[in-house]
């Protein structure tokens, strides 16, 4: 990691600390829980690979931050979409049957990179998704 990135790392460090203090303060919090959580999981990740980089600015440890962003992030579609829709009841049916096949749909096509990058040459399918034995 070179000293730009290193610098750069510590500048989102700050900004995510401002933006974490910011929601707390105002009390947005309690509007969107899962954006605060996104945001600490942002902060840690961000953390562990700045001060550790040997152990974690890798590629399998990109990888499960990665996911664990995703994950979080559609958390928070998800929370905002009930909010949204829970003062429609009608609506509410309906974005959840949309909503429940936008999952299936997502969970299936993330099956499906991992499933084509374990068909993929050793090299390349390890910095996709972490070392593999044959």
Known sequence: ????NLALAHAVKLALLVAFAGVLVR???????????YLATVLVANSLGSFWPARF????AWVVFQG???????????????RAFAVFPGAMRSAR????????ASTGHTAGIVR????????LSCVLIGPRTR
Do not use: I, N
């Open 97 to 104: 049957v949309v909503l429940l096949l936008l999952l299936a």
């Open 68 to 82: 664990a962003y995703d994950l979080l992030k559609m958390v928070v579609v998800l929370e905002l979409a009930w």
């Open 27 to 37: 009390g947005r919090a309690r509007q969107c829980w899962a954006f605060p959580a």
């Open 116 to 123: 084509a990058c374990h068909r993929l040459p050793v090299g």
């Open 1 to 4: 990691m070179t000293s730009l």
């Open 57 to 60: 600015h890798t590629p399998q």
